[in-house]
């Protein structure tokens, strides 16, 4: 599982013409999450991706979404799994089929949910629009 945290001071997704799931944080700043679940990843990878999402200090002041009640757009993004070593096309296979990822990208967000966290998310398997300001920028890849 990997994913892609940065600080932002707002963001949101849009599916054709509704917007999904949006964050307005400027006093706070917040997190976007792009996540992308991995096929060989560990039963238990998305526990560590909340408490990654939800303890890791990149805000400002070092503190972390849980410490200031920061909210996270919470994305499904399987290109992340992308290998490119070799050739032109990336290859897919590392990633995990949608009926695999989307009940982890639900745990994830319903564990974050279960902290205190305002989540919104994107729409699984959808193509989306993803618009964020980000801030500083800081910007983070975890893996687990």
Not at 66 to 77: C, K, N, R
């Amino acid at each position: 599982m990997k994913a892609v945290l940065t600080r932002v001071s707002s963001a949101s997704v849009t599916v054709g013409d509704e917007v999904v799931g949006s964050i307005d944080c400027p006093d706070t700043g917040g997190l976007l999450a792009l996540v992308g679940v991995g096929a060989t990843d560990a039963p238990d990878a998305w526990e560590t991706m909340v408490r990654k999402i939800a303890e890791l200090r990149i805000l400002d002041n070092e503190k972390s979404v849980s410490d200031v009640g920061a909210p996270v757009l919470l994305v499904s993004q399987f290109t992340l799994m992308g290998k490119t070593a070799r050739g032109r096309r990336p290859s897919w296979s590392d990633a995990a089929a949608g009926g695999v990822a989307e009940p982890v990208m639900r745990m994830i967000a319903t564990g974050l949910r279960e902290r205190g966290i305002h989540v919104e998310e994107g729409r699984f398997g959808a193509m989306m629009k993803v618009a964020s300001v980000n801030e500083g920028p800081f910007t983070v890849l975890v893996e687990c």
